[in-house]
T-cell receptor
């Protein structure tokens, strides 16, 4: 069965600093991987996705993620964090038939000025 | 283009009651998925509907049921509510074309069971 682990429950970074959120997945085949962001009281917004091809994926809002098959990881990065990036971030893996997403528990990002 | 909408925004019920949550899918989408997000957790897949039929189900009891209508909107019904059913219920729509496609999420319905 698929599973996703986000080791960091909370992360605090200073505005302008770089960010890396960790995600490890368990899946038997080539995974479909996603990063979503959720602001308080809001639904989920897709930041980026990986289906195949280039392992470095660019997303919205200046985010990128790198798929590393050998480490079963799909870490999210941003070179310079803005205060508006404070939110909860979820990594998810999709099944090949497309009928469900399996989410990690999320990482809450706090940005200090 | 209208995004995914859900109603109501908030709902308070008591244990043992029944509840119906509604979701309107994004224009052009034919698939609706429902997720339960308990406080402090990631969303958990409940089930998915494609062409008005259930197309996959997560580890939820039968008192969680759903419908999809010809216009691809959907309902989630929960019978015999329990305290642990308190959560944010998210609906996501997508277009199924034989491979995984992006799911677009609505803002959710916050259900509180007292």
């Amino acid at each position: 069965a698929q599973s996703v682990t986000q080791p960091d429950i909370h992360i605090t970074v200073s505005e302008g600093a770089s960010l890396e959120l960790r995600c490890n997945y368990s899946y038997g085949a080539t995974p479909y991987l996603f990063w979503y962001v959720q602001s308080p009281g809001q639904g989920l917004q897709l930041l980026l996705k990986y289906f195949s091809g280039d392992t470095l994926v660019q997303g919205i809002k200046g985010f990128e993620a790198e798929f590393k098959r050998s480490q079963s990881s799909f870490n999210l990065r941003k070179p310079s964090v803005h205060w508006s990036d404070a939110a909860e971030y979820f990594c998810a893996v999709g099944t090949p038939l497309g009928n469900k997403l399996v989410f990690g528990a999320g990482t809450i990002l706090r940005v200090k000025s | 283009e209208t995004g995914v909408t859900q109603s109501p925004t908030h709902l308070i019920k008591t244990r043992g009651q029944q509840v119906t949550l509604r979701c309107s899918s994004q224009s052009g989408h034919n698939t609706v998925s429902w997720y339960q997000q308990a406080l402090g957790q990631g969303p958990q897949f409940i089930f998915q509907y494609y062409r008005e039929e259930e197309n996959g189900r997560g580890n939820f009891p039968p008192r969680f049921s759903g419908l999809q209508f010809p216009n691809y909107s959907s309902e989630l019904n929960v019978n015999a509510l329990e305290l642990d059913d308190s959560a944010l219920y998210l609906c996501a729509s997508s277009f199924t074309s034989g491979r995984l496609n992006e799911q677009f999420f609505g803002p959710g319905t916050r259900l509180t069971v007292l």
